[in-house]
């Protein structure tokens, strides 16, 4: 079981996460309707949102520290804030402000925090490779740090993520490969591409093992993620988790999700993990007043990276050239 300490976190980096994505797909809007127009409003381009998914970033980044490194995917914005990078510098990047984490170069698939070494990329299982080169390095090195790398379900059919599953159980090294099942692939559900139903027992073709966390559950993945981070920094190789989560958005935002069946969603939110998980903590010795103030807390640093964002300046045309190859 979590400490107290360790579930308001949890909770508290959940309430942010999806707070921000609500936020976000409020923002991302503006100027885009009545006609959807993907190039108008301050967020142009796509934009890839997690609500629902929060549970998979939570209860595996609780475990980590700013030196394990975390590759996350193209929806990457829960993964990023339990990794800890800066809210206001991720927002200013994804409203393509000179003074985001790329200086608005890079948007919100391609988030690059050094300082906690978190990056995510629009290239599908593209994080794998970097996953075990940082868990690679940091064996070379001597430190128990530890990587994870996050995909979804689609991308990892990829043969990328496989031969990185076997390297890295070759050469036992610290990573965590977490699938985010979220049942669909774009409009492909995961039944139309993927051989097995559960990714986990693909663990068994490469000797490490494989946890299949079901329906969205955040204390069952704490333990699962506690057990395979110990082993990474024991130095005993990687594992492979497979969460079965929730999207709750489309797979871009302006979706018109016509292949989805009607009715999913509302299934979906009647499960909501983040009310699921609050009825567990109170339930656990937190009260109802700090789970408030941790909601608070929350909204708060996601208004004020917002605010920051939006009131940041636009990169100066001079510079559109520096820092690219040209
Ligand atoms: C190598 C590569 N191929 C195709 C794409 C186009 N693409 C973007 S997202 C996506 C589906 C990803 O599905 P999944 O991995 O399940 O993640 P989810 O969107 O469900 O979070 C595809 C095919 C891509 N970005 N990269």
Redesign the pocket.
């Known amino acids: 079981m979590p400490t107290k300490s360790q579930l308001l976190w949890m909770y508290e980096i959940m309430e942010k996460a999806r707070c921000y994505e609500d936020t976000m797909a409020a923002a991302y809007m503006e100027g885009k309707s009545p006609k959807f127009d993907i190039g108008a409003g301050p967020l142009p381009g796509e934009m890839?949102l997690?609500a629902g998914?929060e549970p998979c970033a939570a209860a595996v980044c609780v475990h980590l520290r700013a030196d394990d490194t975390v590759t996350a995917?193209?929806?990457p914005h829960h993964a990023a804030i339990a990794k800890g990078v800066d809210l206001k510098k991720m927002t200013a990047e994804i409203f393509g402000k000179a003074s985001g984490l790329g200086g608005g170069r890079g948007g919100h698939m391609h988030l690059l925090d050094p300082a906690v070494n978190f990056v995510c990329s629009?290239?599908?299982?593209?994080g794998a490779g970097p996953a075990v080169g940082a868990a690679l390095a940091a064996k070379l090195k001597g430190s128990d740090a530890v990587a994870v790398s996050y995909?979804?379900?689609?991308?990892?059919n990829?043969g990328?993520f496989h031969e990185s599953l076997n390297l890295a159980a070759l050469w036992k090294l610290p990573v965590l490969f977490v699938i985010?099942?979220?049942?669909?692939?774009?409009s492909?559900p995961?039944s139309a591409?993927t051989a097995v139903v559960d990714n986990s027992v693909r663990a068994a073709a490469y000797g490490i093992p494989g946890f299949h966390v079901a329906d969205n559950n955040t204390l069952i993945l704490f333990d699962v993620a506690k057990q395979a981070v110990s082993r990474a920094r024991r130095g005993d190789g990687p594992t492979l988790i497979e969460v079965e989560t929730y999207?709750y958005y489309g797979?871009f935002q302006g979706d018109p999700e016509l292949y989805r069946p009607k009715g999913e969603v509302a299934a979906l939110k009647a499960k909501d993990p983040i009310a699921r998980f609050r009825r567990q903590i109170i339930g656990e010795g937190v009260t109802e007043a700090e789970a408030n103030e941790a909601a608070s807390k929350a909204k708060r640093e996601v208004d004020e990276a917002f605010t920051f964002a939006r009131a940041a300046a636009y990169p100066a045309p001079s510079d559109a050239l520096t820092q690219v190859f040209a």
């Open positions: 890839h997690s998914q995917t193209h929806r629009g290239i599908i299982a593209e995909v979804g379900d689609g991308a990892a990829q990328a985010e099942d979220n049942g669909w692939g774009i492909v995961k591409s999207r797979h």
